[in-house]
């Protein structure tokens, strides 16, 4: 995402990094170096994320290895946008399908796509507003209750219970 900030050389662009902050002091210099720095803002470890959503235009999560990604489909419950990984990185974007509910990257790795897919939400609120609209309806479907019953239904049919 760093790297993307210097493609996009947009300096209304901000990064809000969420979590644990391990390479800080490596995403610091990395920004220094690409003269990004003003625009990357380290939030650190939150008791309530809430805030962090309610505030953001999209998230992004352009990870090399993530087994689910709660943080995708807790961004979609605040109905926002998700920029991700696609399901070679990432387990939730199997479920996902890029322009409808979401925007999927090839390559985490890839600066200039990341940029563009930034740049495809800024410039298009129709698309914003799409991806919006089915982040609530992708995440509403995987609520605990809802997945506890479609697993209720999936071991009562592995034992022959099911109807």
Not at 47 to 58: P, S
Not at 116 to 123: N, W, Y
Request: with cysteine; glycine share 4%.
């Amino acid at each position: 995402m760093i790297r993307s900030l210097a493609v996009l050389s947009d300096p209304s662009v901000f990064v809000a990094v969420v979590g644990h902050l391990g390479q800080r002091v490596i995403w610091e210099e990395m920004a220094r170096e690409l003269n990004v720095r003003s625009q990357l803002h380290f939030l650190g470890v939150r008791e309530d994320v809430g805030l962090a959503y309610v505030a953001a235009d999209f998230l992004v999560h352009p990870t090399l290895e993530d087994t689910y990604a709660m943080v995708v489909l807790e961004a979609m419950s605040h109905a926002l946008p998700v920029i991700v990984s696609q399901s070679a990185y990432c387990g939730i974007s199997a479920e996902l399908t890029d322009g409808v509910n979401a925007l999927l990257l090839n390559d985490p790795h890839d600066a200039d796509s990341l940029a563009e897919a930034v740049s495809r939400l800024q410039i298009s609120p129709e698309l914003h507003q799409r991806l919006c609209d089915r982040s609530v309806e992708f995440a509403s479907m995987r609520t605990w209750d809802s997945v506890a019953q479609q697993y209720e239904y999936l071991y009562a049919n592995l034992r022959g219970l099911g109807s």
